[in-house]
């Protein structure tokens, strides 16, 4: 069978789905920015990918979500962060980092919700301007997300209002997040070789959540982290597995999001039946 090509993204929280999938025969990674890997699966540059939640019903050929992985949480995120200079129901302007179209989604839908705000968005590369400006530079209302928020964190004396996304889901809906699953073409869903796929990502989830105290004491430094960060964050913050509530929440936010025109008004097509083989521990 030839090789299966596994769009992921490079940060800290990834670790747990595709640590040791590097030297897995079959399995080709191909590194990329969040918001680029649902189009690289539907091209086919990629077979399967974890691309934000948000992305499965974009336009294009429809993606199938493969329930053995995800990135998520059941409260706060730690990297998924609303940085404010003015109270949060005085926003009229956001600067929405560009790597994460759920985030953007999930950041609309809360202030509309929360706040009755609608504010005009602004794309945002963050990490190129980060990196070259100074606090008088920085937007008035920004999001930001993954790893820079913790190693190229702006000053909170900039930002004295903040909201951490994935709390304030769990304290609008009493609901987990998820921000990202593994998928595939749907069309290509009950195909023999993305159920083996699937079946080799689930049992390396598996192997990997036995190990995550060698796995973020190795592979934090590697992305800046701090360990007194890298632990909890991973361990405690992070959910990784798809169980029934994941479903409810990713069902849930989608409806929230196409309420607001930020996507199609469709469901989720969930990839099943055929991964029994999936769910075996390995």
């Known amino acids: 069978m030839e090789s299966i090509r596994v769009a992921y ?41 974890i691309p934000s939640i948000i992305d499965a019903v974009g336009e294009g050929e429809p993606l199938a979500v493969l329930p053995v992985g995800m990135i998520g949480c059941d409260g706060p995120t730690m990297t998924v962060r609303l940085y404010a200079s003015t109270p949060l129901d005085q926003i009229d302007r956001l600067y929405a980092d560009s790597e994460s179209h759920t985030s953007v989604a999930l950041c609309l839908v809360l202030l509309d919700r929360l706040y009755s705000r609608r504010p005009e968005l602004v794309d945002f590369n963050a990490r190129e301007r980060m990196a070259s400006a100074g606090p008088e530079e920085w937007p008035a209302a920004m999001l930001l997300i993954g790893d820079k928020v913790v190693t190229d964190s702006p000053p909170a004396v900039r930002y004295p209002y903040q909201l951490d996304l994935g709390e304030a889901w769990k304290t609008m809906t009493g609901l987990p997040f998820m921000y990202a699953a593994w998928m595939c073409r749907a069309s290509e869903a009950g195909s023999a070789r993305i159920a083996a796929a699937s079946a080799l990502l ?81």
């Open 202 to 282: 689930d049992r390396q989830l598996r192997h990997n959540l036995t190990r995550l105290d060698w796995l973020i004491s190795a592979r934090a430094p590697e992305h800046h982290w701090p360990l007194d960060l890298a632990r909890p964050y991973v361990a405690d913050l992070l959910r990784y597995r798809v169980g029934p509530r994941e479903r409810q929440a990713a069902e849930l936010f989608l409806r929230e999001a196409a309420r607001l025109g930020l996507a199609p008004d469709q469901p989720l097509c969930w990839a099943e039946p055929h991964l029994a083989l999936a769910g075996t521990p390995g």
């Open 9 to 49: 993204v490079r940060y800290l929280n990834t670790r747990p789905l595709v640590e040791g999938l590097q030297t897995t025969p079959g399995i080709v990674l191909i590194p990329a920015a969040p918001s680029h890997i649902a189009a690289m699966v539907r091209s086919g540059e990629a077979d399967v990918g």
